[in-house]
Each structure stands twice: as C-alpha cells, then as structure tokens.
C-alpha cells in the first residue's frame, strides 16, 4: 500500500512502503552508506557540518512536500517519493494506448526501460560533482543555500531513481546502482554518460546559466518520462519536477540579477564597459548563454532516433504535456520538417514524426527558453542592449549540426571563419579569468558580491538578511 505520510522511524523515508519488502529495504540499505561516502569525497567541498535552511520532503501531499528547517547536509533525509497513484490511469499514446498502465516492468521493454532509468540517474549526481567547488565562492548565504538546495535534492534524484533500478531490475539494477556512484563526472576513464555533464561548473554565472537551460533539459526530460506507461517511473518524475520548479527558479532569478546588476552600472557610469566598475558585460553574458544552451541543445540526442521512436511506440516516454495534444498519440502516419545541414547550407527534410521526437521536445524546449531571456531583455531595454538565444546549428556536437560551422546568428562559414570568430562567441580564457575574479565569497547575511543584485524577496516568509547557512 501507498500513503502520502511517511514513518519517521525508517531509516529512508518513503511513501513506497518499504518496510514490507525486506529485501528491496536491505538493497537500499547496503546502498545508503555508498551513497554517503559518495557525497562526503564528491559532494559540496565545504560547509558540510554546517546548519542550512532546506526543504525537505517528508510527504507528497500540499504541506509535506516542502518542510523548511535547519539541517546538516549529511543528515539531510534523503527519501524516496511517488506522486500518489491514479487507479485508473491508462497508457495514453503509442502501441499500448488505452490499456491499464503497468506496474511491473513488461520483459520485453526491460532493456529500454533500464537504459532511460540509468541515464538519468546519471545526469543527478554528476550535477552535484560540477557544482561542489561552488560553495566556497558563492555571492551571499541566499545563494549559497540555494546551491545547496539544488545539491540535496539532485541526490534525492538520484534516490528516485535507484529505487526503481532495485526495486524492478533485480541483480542488473542493483550493478547499475552501484555504477551511478562509480561514474564521475569528467573522469576521463570513465566519465558521466552525457555530454553537458562532464562540462565543469567553475563559478556562478555557470551556474545560473546551467540551472538555467541545463536543469530546463531536465524538466522537458522528466515530464516525458512523467508520461511512461510504467507507472511507477512516471509517479517517480511526477514528483521529481515540483523539486525542478526550484532549481529553474535559481537559474532564471540569478541571471536576472546579474542582468540587473549589469544595467545598474552601465546606467551609472553611461558605458557598456562595465568590467571596471565590478560587473559583468553583455557581451560576455551573451557568450556564456551561447555556451550552455548549446551544450544543453546536444542532451536531447539527435533530431532523428530510432530509440526516441521506439520508446514512444512501447508506452515508455511520451511528449511533453502528451495529453493536452490534440492528436491520435501514435504517430504512424504523420511527419514533421526537421533542420538539417547538408552541403554547406541549412535546409530542411521531412521525416516520421514518430523518429523526430528528440526534435519534437527540443523544440518546445526552445520556446520555453525563450521565455526567461524575454525577461531579462526587460531589463536590458533600459540600456539599447538584448540576449539572444543562439540558432540551434550554433556550435553543436550530437545530431544534424554535429561538427558543423554555423553562427550563432544562423550562417554556415567555413570552418576557418568559424575558428577566428569562436571569442566572439564563447567564453574565452580572458572572460573566464575576469568571471573568477569577480567570484569572492560574501558571508555576511543579506550583503551581495557587486556583480549580482539582491533577490526581490526572502525565502518562504524569511528577509533576504536572514541567516540562511549557519557559519
Ligand atoms: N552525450 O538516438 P540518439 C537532468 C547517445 S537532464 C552523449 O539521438 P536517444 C538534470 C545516445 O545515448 C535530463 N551521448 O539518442 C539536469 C545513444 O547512445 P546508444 C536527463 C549521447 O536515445 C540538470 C546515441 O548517442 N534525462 O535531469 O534518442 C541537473 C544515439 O543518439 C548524447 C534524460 O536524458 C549526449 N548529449 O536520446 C541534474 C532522459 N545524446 O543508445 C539533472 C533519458 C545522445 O546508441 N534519456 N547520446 O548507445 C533519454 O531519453 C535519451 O537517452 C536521450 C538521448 C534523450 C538523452
């Protein structure tokens, strides 16, 4: 039986009722220790005895879902969660549409189903790898429980997903479980299984663009997944994205910050060259965006898959918000036009759409990008300046655009036109050693590093001054 309340008394919390299968508690159990000595060699490098004001989960329901309070990192209660279960929920597209959704993994999609389970597992603990250093540099004690927040809850992401790895893959999952620890990101024997993942998260701007359009990644990701007609994996991702809620919020508020802080300084000292005064130009914002919307571009594989085809037809990962299209959900019949790039210039081709669904969900990825950088150019108005997302050709390294040379404004050059503008483009050493320098800890309670403005408001009724890490 599934409840919305949770045994305090259990050593992991849950709402799967883990006390009445012995074995799967004893797998969890044997992994728990693995999983905190993990987070002690590869978590946050610092603060780690430290007293910080988190959300936990302690239940699905309204008020159980995010509880605040103090709480040391390692003591975090990381637990594992499923939105509660719909009786009559039916697999709503592809080849099983209208039968019962399952609660046990079908034979023949064991595979499959493994595969997506293990690749976003993976995505979870890498992110916490590439943030671990951020701590030490973090721009207020607002920030840095943020960070801190997004850290504990990737590895609760990471625990939703070793749930199901032990509770439904029997030996197969509990070695994939085991692997999701030995995996680090950037290792270069034997590194995270995508891309965006082995890139480094070196100081905070990174991280707000990270949070930004990589945690977006997951968002689009988790709710195709939400869709899955193996129902306790969709419950699982159900539960997972009002936690994503969070991690979108850092990244849209702190560039929006950055963005602020930006125009104040320009409007003071009437230049763009805002660099001596202590802020960060547009034009390196603009390099940094390019940067992390194209490597976030790449994680959602090639615009045309036989795997995202096939998923789709098993009931295994659906479209975004699948439900509300208006559509007969199996897609046999139907095609969509794709970019691609052939000889030289950008076109287009039209392919199934059931093979473009990769293609499919970036785009809608795309549009929701779009959103935040509206708002930020909001702000730049004031100053005759604006970001802007790069074309989707813009330095690509999976799918149609793979290795080609296409500009951010949407041109294909030669490989050589390409190379000499690439600092124009992408953050360059210079940028970087200019970011670093702006990246000097501030702990005092409500005080902000220069380069970022102050969030509009506290957290959960508490002032922005509040002492949010205990030093
Ligand atoms: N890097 O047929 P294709 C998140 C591989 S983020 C390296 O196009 P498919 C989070 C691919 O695996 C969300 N390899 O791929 C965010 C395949 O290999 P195999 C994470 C790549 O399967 C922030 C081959 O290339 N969740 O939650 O259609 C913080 C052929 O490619 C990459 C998911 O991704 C790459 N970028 O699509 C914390 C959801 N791209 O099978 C967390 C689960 C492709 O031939 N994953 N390859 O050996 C999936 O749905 C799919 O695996 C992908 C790839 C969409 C990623």
């Known amino acids: 039986m599934t409840s919305a309340t949770i045994d305090y008394t259990e050593k992991i919390p849950n709402n799967v009722d883990l006390a009445s299968d012995r074995r799967l508690q004893r797998a969890l159990e044997s992994w728990q220790p693995k999983f905190l000595q993990w987070w002690r060699d590869l978590g946050p490098v610092a603060f780690q005895d430290r007293d910080v004001y ?55 999609y064991r595979a499959d189903l493994r595969r997506l389970i293990v690749v976003q597992g ?67 024997d034997n590194p995270r299984i995508l891309g965006a993942f082995n ?40 539960f997972m994205l009002k936690e994503e809620a969070h991690h979108m919020f850092v990244g849209a508020s702190g560039i929006g910050r950055v963005v602020q802080r930006t125009v104040e300084l320009m409007k003071e000292h009437d230049t763009e060259d805002v660099r001596p005064y202590g802020g960060i130009d547009v034009a390196t914002l603009q390099r940094y965006l390019n940067f992390h919307y194209s490597v976030s571009l790449d994680l959602f594989g090639a615009e045309t898959s036989t795997n995202a085809a096939n998923y789709y037809a098993a009931g ?5 918000h699948e439900e509300s299209r208006n559509d007969d959900h199996q897609l046999k019949n139907d095609s969509r ?6 000889n ?19 785009d809608d990825y795309v549009d929701d990008c779009a959103k935040g950088v509206d708002r930020w150019n909001r702000t730049l108005a004031e100053v005759g300046c604006e970001l802007v997302l790069p074309h989707v050709g813009f330095h690509r390294a999976v799918g149609e655009f793979a290795g080609g040379s296409v500009t951010p404004d949407g041109r294909v050059v030669s490989a050589e036109e390409w190379a000499r503008n690439k600092a124009r483009w992408l953050p360059t050493d210079d940028d970087q050693a200019y970011v670093e320098s702006l990246m000097q800890p501030v702990r005092e309670p409500g005080k902000m590093a220069g380069w970022v403005a102050p969030p509009a408001s506290g957290l959960h009724g508490k002032p922005v001054d509040y002492e949010y890490v205990k030093l």
């Open 199 to 238: 890139e480094q998260t070196p100081d905070w701007l990174s991280f707000f663009f990270f949070t930004y359009f990589t945690d977006r990644d997951g968002k689009y990701q988790l709710a195709s997944l939400a869709e899955s007609a193996f129902d306790p994996l969709s419950r699982t991702c159900k």
């Open 316 to 320: 295994l990962k659906g479209r975004y």
């Open 122 to 188: 993976d995505t979870e603990p890498a992110s916490v790898e590439q943030q671990r250093h951020l701590c030490n540099t973090a721009p207020s004690l607002w920030d840095m429980r943020n960070l801190f927040q997004v850290n504990v809850e990737e590895g609760r992401h990471l625990w939703a997903m070793v749930y199901l790895l032990h509770r439904f893959f029997g030996r197969d999952g509990r070695d994939e479980a085991e692997a999701l620890l030995e995996r680090n990101s950037g290792d270069l």
């Open 344 to 362: 030289g210039a950008i076109g287009s081709r039209d392919v199934m759409s059931l093979t473009a669904l990769n293609a499919t969900l970036r």
């Open 54 to 108: 988190l959300r936990t989960a302690i239940s699905t329901d309204q008020e159980g879902w995010a509880n605040f309070d103090f709480v040391r990192m390692p003591e975090y209660r990381w637990g594992i969660f499923l939105a509660p279960q719909d009786k009559d929920r039916v697999v709503a597209f592809g080849d099983h549409m209208g039968d019962p959704v399952w609660q046990d993994v079908p034979g023949e």
């Open 337 to 342: 036009s794709i970019l691609t790039l052939e």
